[in-house]
Nanobody, 118 residues
Framework: VQLQASGGGLVQAGGSLRLSCAAS????????IAWFRQAPGKEREFVAS????????NYTDSVKGRFTISRDNARNAAYLQMNSLRPEDTAIYYC????????????WGQGTLVTVSS
């Protein structure tokens, strides 16, 4: 599956952004979709994931209660709604996919930059 992330931008602290991940392919619902982020000078970290049909969600602790991951299998798309943004959320955000039985994420989008000003 090929992925393309979009929706990043500059927002003030406390604001919101919605990232989108558009996917190609006919078996989108067979993939777990995740969002990762990489801040300047830091390693890439997991943000959230959602399974293909049962829509089970998982979040890193720092975004719980603020971010919501969702997907629309009919549109081959996934989303990350980010509320109450903080300067420490500033990063390049990547969407990724793995087949439901795979151990690793092996499809990656190009990334979209989110900048949160204080």
């Amino acid at each position: 599956v090929q992925l393309q992330a979009s929706g990043g931008g500059l927002v003030q602290a406390g604001g919101s952004l919605r990232l989108s991940c558009a996917a190609s392919g006919r078996t989108f619902s067979a993939y777990v979709i995740a969002w990762f982020r990489q801040a300047p000078g830091k390693e890439r970290e997991f943000v959230a994931s959602i399974t293909g049909t049962l829509f089970r969600r998982n979040y890193t602790d720092s975004v719980k209660g603020r971010f919501t991951i969702s997907r629309d299998n009919a549109r081959n798309a996934a989303y990350l709604q980010m509320n109450s943004l903080r300067p420490e959320d500033t990063a390049i955000y990547y969407c990724a996919a793995k087949y439901v039985q795979a151990a690793e994420y092996d499809s990656w989008g190009q990334g979209t930059l989110v900048t949160v000003s204080s």
